[in-house]
């Protein structure tokens, strides 16, 4: 049989999803009789003193069992998500919950929300990064109310002192080689300031738990949460004290997560009531929720400054970047790094000054969010790299290619890069899209214009992924993992290796996924790891049990173990009389009356078990530099062709081409897939959604009529969508591959933003470029023309 | 907050059901809740992400915006009631094999908005289809495999009976 990897096997979980069979987390509501069901009170101000909280009213409502505030005893709300912590004297955004109530029906529930009396001072609040780090600035938690302050850092290499707003809650800095120095050698310096709104994954399942009361005082819940072992159960078992043994999390299908569900806000409420009650409880955030109640991305705002020299070799990076983390209390988990991390895969940058920080504002708690701040990070590098080729009337093309890092050289951080096809990459979009040739202008108001952009992303080497996997004395395989299925497609990329490493078809192994009580350990699918982390599991767990299974086999035969090989239900026996067995024959039957059952036996598996966990980073030095500070890098690029009305400023992506390094591809329809899911998500934020707010400092547009998402009218027609893979195998990858599904919506902002330079002449330095922004900035252009 | 129940007649997927229940509910919430129909999501409240989207007589809508007794009298298709004696619907069939499903969540929507527009117009354009789905959002696939799927059995590449159940 040949090989199964970078076979375009169908999704193991495709026909579920077509017959609508398969059970999402919201779908369990009809299992429970006697369920009790949950509603948040939420504070409509950002920033809030809560003079007085009444809920004598909605207690006495007939069906209401119980109404949890934020001063209950005993609950140490420090360790909870931080959109999931209940406000106590002082609620830190418009959205924050002040009150959790749970009562017989959703109705009853939503009446005693409507009865609870908050009685609200409004407070000065901060929305954004600009308010924050004013000279005086408002803080986001006021001083005369503080309970829990905001945090600082001050792990090695982070900026400690010059803390010039109480807002900034965290720092890194790095610095790599000379940039003053390189600065002054620079023949031509291209800077600028840049920024990206702030936005909602989305996933258009909203998040969802139902959590059981188990007759011995443990828990089983359903959620759509990200990380049954790892974020869920450990998270639940930390915070609200319980024996691991009494925790069970079950993963059913995932409608969407991007990021978004890595934070378990809804799991940890929903499992303090059911606790706190006895009873069975679902919780089921609404859209409005969503945007308010659920973690948001962090935008960034960047500060860059390039130095080249005329050739174009780009020589100095001086660049400043801020995350903006809205109210996350006691921050040990931004500092600028992550995001900041977007501008050290790509370009050589001899010389790179980093110096980030995380902001604090009055918003909803940030939380991940598809790139990691990567795509808001090199937004500006990319748009100033397009800059710099206009300047020196080279073409965007060649800049790239000869800034980006070769295999085998160290980026500035000191890594080795050991997996780079950023140049195929980039060649492959710009040959579909011939960005150096002009566009026929023949749409009338609507003028066309090209751009490219590339963008790397770095694989966090955190957690430790484990697969157990049974060889049945039938020949079939039981593959048992604990990934997340966010819709990727990992569960039959899983499946693939395993049906791979024993020789047998897709359809004879099950993958039994997400329950902690069955499928053994795994962190959470981030960071693009899965493919990774759990297919490295996965193959070790299939070594293991083909391995096992060779000794039963030779023990049999009298052979070495080395002379067996197994071909799904047969192995292969060298140097015996007999050539070739059937593997399930040697299996033995047993009875209630068979007795020393030793060797195989039939209904007896043979299982094997695989752990995988990355090298850790070494820790970075006083000038933030390492030799490993990531894991490995994976790479995209991409070419539009964008057409800008001039009349309205509204611009429409008419043409993409966008290309993945993803090493060498389990199953390229599943990369595919990615690719141009990761196109839409891209087109979608950066020309369209961001949160708006009102007075309060709510958001206004908390609903999908004034958010919109991109709808396939967003899209280009079909044969102006092109997916190109360009592999570069990574060394320590299953089989050569590595994640991808983050890179791809790295560069199509900052693309469409050169499109729209070369169609109507203004630079964007921000996104979304909305069709108002975009109309603003023609009409400036336009008003300048005539002062001239 | 009771408000009176009221009997309401609705054929779902080939059978009769006579309901009775309170005229605030939508159809939806009919669906999953009274009929245990789960295939038929929710994603949002205002009809604007198209996951709830069923066939009423034979139209796509969105069945959380339509109230209960909207829907008296009238004949509602679910993904449940798409699939034909042990086999998969053409559209069923043609998602699977052009990967056009990625979480799923959309996907009995698309699906049955799909078999709406090839019903009214079985030549239906790659314009005609965009125009059909842009009220029904996903977020995973970038609809590219969502509209070759759907070509794919505009194009006959499908038979009546494809794929076991």
């Known amino acids: ?788 | 907050m009771d408000i009176e129940k009221i009997k309401i007649n609705i054929t779902v997927n080939g059978r009769r059901h006579t309901l009775c229940v309170s005229p605030d509910r939508t159809l939806l919430e009919i669906l999953r809740e009274e009929l245990n129909l789960i295939g038929t999501k929710k994603g949002c409240d205002d009809s604007n992400c198209g996951v709830c989207t069923v066939l009423m007589d034979g139209m796509a809508v969105k069945s959380c915006t339509i109230l209960i007794p909207q829907a008296n009298e009238h004949v509602i298709t679910t993904i449940e009631g798409l699939e034909r004696e042990k086999s998969l619907h053409p559209l069923q069939q043609s998602f699977i094999d052009h990967f056009a499903v990625q979480c799923g969540f959309c996907t009995p929507a698309m699906i049955l908005t799909a078999k709406a527009i090839l019903d009214e117009n079985p030549n239906a354009t790659e314009d005609d289809i965009r125009e059909g789905l842009h009220g029904n959002v996903c977020r995973c696939t970038g609809y590219k495999k969502i509209v070759e799927a759907i070509e794919a059995v505009r194009d006959g590449e499908y038979k009546e009976i494809c794929g076991e159940v």
């Open chain 1, 1 to 788: 049989m040949e090989t199964l990897i970078g076979k375009r096997e169908k999704r193991i979980d495709a026909y579920d999803k077509v017959t609508g069979k398969g059970l999402f987390a919201s779908d369990y509501g009809n299992q429970f009789p006697n369920l009790a069901y949950m509603k948040a009170c939420r504070s409509p101000y950002a920033h809030a003193k809560i003079k007085n909280l009444d809920i004598s009213e909605a207690n006495e409502l007939d069906g209401v069992i119980c109404i949890l505030t934020g001063d209950i005893p005993g609950i140490d709300w420090d360790q909870f998500p931080k959109t999931a912590i209940i406000a106590k004297d002082e609620t830190l955004w418009a959205g924050q919950i002040v009150a959790l109530v749970s009562a017989e029906t959703l109705e009853i529930a939503e009446k005693a929300v409507e009865l609870i009396k908050c009685d609200y001072e409004k407070l000065p609040a901060v929305l954004d990064y600009y308010a924050a780090i004013e000279a005086k600035p408002v803080t986001v938690v006021d001083p005369d109310y503080e309970t829990r302050p905001l945090g600082f850092t001050d792990r090695p290499g982070d900026r400690a002192s010059n803390r010039i707003s109480p807002n900034i809650v965290g720092s890194f800095k790095m610095h790599a080689g000379d940039v003053d120095a390189a600065m002054e050698m620079a023949e031509v310096v291209v800077e600028g300031e840049f920024w990206t709104g702030k936005k909602t994954a989305n996933p258009l399942e909203c998040a969802n738990a139902i959590c059981r009361y188990d007759s011995d005082g443990g828990i089983t819940m359903w959620s759509n949460g990200a990380g049954v072992h790892g974020v869920i159960k450990q998270g639940i078992c930390r915070v609200l004290d319980m024996q691991e043994s009494k925790v069970r999390i079950i993963q059913p299908y995932m409608g969407g997560s991007f990021g978004s569900r890595l934070n378990p806000y809804i799991e940890m409420l929903t499992a303090l009531m059911c606790l706190k009650t006895k009873r069975t409880v679902s919780f089921q955030y609404t859209r409005e929720e969503i945007f308010i109640g659920a973690p948001s991305n962090w935008p960034c705002i960047t500060k860059v400054k390039l130095g080249a020299l005329k050739d174009g070799t780009i020589i100095a990076n001086d660049y400043y970047l801020a995350e903006e983390i809205g109210a996350c209390v006691n921050n040990t988990f931004f500092s600028g790094r992550l995001s900041s991390s977007g501008a050290v895969p790509v370009y050589r940058f001899p010389n790179l000054r980093m110096d980030a920080c995380a902001i604090a504002t009055n918003t909803v708690p940030a939380a991940e969010y598809r790139g990691l701040g990567c795509p808001e990070a090199e937004f500006g590098i990319e748009c100033l790299v397009n800059q710099l080729a206009d300047k020196l009337g080279i073409s965007p093309v060649e800049v790239r290619m000869k800034n980006i890092i070769d295999k085998g050289e160290r980026n500035a951080h000191g890594e080795l890069i050991t997996s780079i096809g950023l140049k195929k990459c980039l060649q492959s979009v710009t040959d579909i899209i011939k960005v150096e040739e002009e566009p026929n202008q023949d749409m009338g108001i609507w003028k066309k214009g090209r751009g490219c952009a590339v963008g790397g992303k770095q694989n966090t080497p955190l957690g430790r992924s484990e697969a157990e996997v049974w060889y049945n004395s039938d020949g079939s395989i039981q593959l048992f993992i604990s990934c997340d299925e966010n819709g990727m497609g990992a569960t039959t990329a899983m499946a693939q290796i395993a049906a791979h490493e024993f020789q047998v078809p897709i359809t004879d192994v099950r993958v039994t996924k997400g329950d902690t009580a069955i499928t053994p350990y795994d962190n959470y699918s981030a960071s693009s790891r899965t493919t990774y982390n759990t297919g490295n599991a996965v193959k070790f767990a299939c070594e293991d049990a083909i391995s096992k299974l060779k000794e039963e086999v030779a023990r049999i035969y009298g052979l070495h173990p080395s002379k067996v090989e197994i071909k799904g239900h047969k192995a292969l026996l060298a140097g015996s009389y007999i050539q070739e067995v059937d593997i399930p024959s040697l299996f033995q039957p047993t009875s209630m009356f068979s007795q020393g059952n030793w060797g195989l036996q039939k209904g007896s598996p043979v299982k094997g078990k695989g752990i995988f966990c990355p090298a850790p980073i070494h820790q970075w030095n006083d000038k933030g530099l390492s030799d490993r500070v990531w894991n490995w890098f994976q790479y995209s690029a991409a070419a539009v062709e964008v057409a800008v009305n001039e009349e309205t400023g509204q611009v429409k992506v008419l043409n993409i081409a966008s290309s993945a390094d993803t090493g060498n591809p389990i199953n390229p329809k599943l990369v595919e897939s990615q690719i141009e899911g990761g196109i839409h998500m891209a087109i979608g934020f950066s020309i369209n959604e961001e949160h708006l707010f009102d007075n309060n400092g709510k958001i206004s547009n908390a609903n999908f009529s004034d958010y919109r998402l991109p709808t396939i009218l967003d899209m280009p027609t079909n044969k102006n969508v092109h997916s190109c893979i360009n592999p570069d195998p990574l060394p320590d990858g299953p089989y050569g591959a590595k994640g991808m599904a983050e890179s791809i919506t790295i560069p199509v902002g900052p693309a469409i933003a050169e499109g729209i330079y070369k169609a109507v002449g203004v630079r964007v330095t921000g996104y979304p470029m909305t069709a108002e922004r975009i109309l603003a900035l023609i009409k400036e252009k336009k008003a300048k023309e005539v002062t001239k």
